[in-house]
């Protein structure tokens, strides 16, 4: 069996925000973009980012398309959500992974995430990232040790 494709992130990579489980709170997306930002990643702030819609990151629709837009986007390098909760089960219907198999990047997150994570690594043959996301309190806290086993996954350390 060959081995994945192990997509990685580089100093000035561009990497898509997106929210595709429960809405980050307001206030709290400015935390994911300086999250980037102090990574040394230029952030590029989907809608799903931005929206809420109940308890979620905007409807279904809008969370499945703005994944498939990001890896559809050459100019995207990797994609990071705000964070985990729940809906993201719910986009696995509404994935293109005939274009996510085509651009492979770098996609990493946790907790609910975890269903989009592990459906694209089988569906699409490259390995995706369990990691901390774009609005984790690691940031604020500056708990070191989380953050460089960060920058070591993303920048392939």
């Not at 085509?102 to 592990?118: C, E, I, Q, Y």
């Not at 774009?134 to 604020?140: N, P, R």
Request: charged share 20%; aromatic share 10%; net charge neutral.
């Amino acid at each position: 069996m060959e081995p994945l494709l192990r997509p990685q992130l580089f100093p000035g990579a561009r990497v898509a925000i997106i929210g595709p489980s429960s809405y980050i709170g307001d206030g709290k997306l400015e935390r994911c973009v300086r999250a980037a930002e102090s990574l040394g990643l230029e952030p590029v702030v989907y809608e799903s980012a931005r929206s809420s819609r109940g308890y979620l990151s905007g409807p279904d629709a809008l969370r499945a398309g703005d994944i498939n837009a990001a890896f559809a986007d050459k100019s995207i390098d990797g994609i990071w959500p705000t964070r985990g909760g729940y809906g993201a089960n719910r986009l696995l219907p509404l994935i293109d992974f005939d274009t996510i198999r085509r651009n492979p990047k770098f996609f990493g997150g946790f907790s609910d995430v975890t269903a989009l994570l592990t459906a694209i690594t089988q569906q699409c043959g490259f390995v995706t990232y369990h990691c901390l996301m774009a609005g984790s309190d690691a940031f604020e806290k500056s708990d070191s040790c989380s953050l460089n086993s960060l920058r070591a996954l993303f920048f392939g350390d």
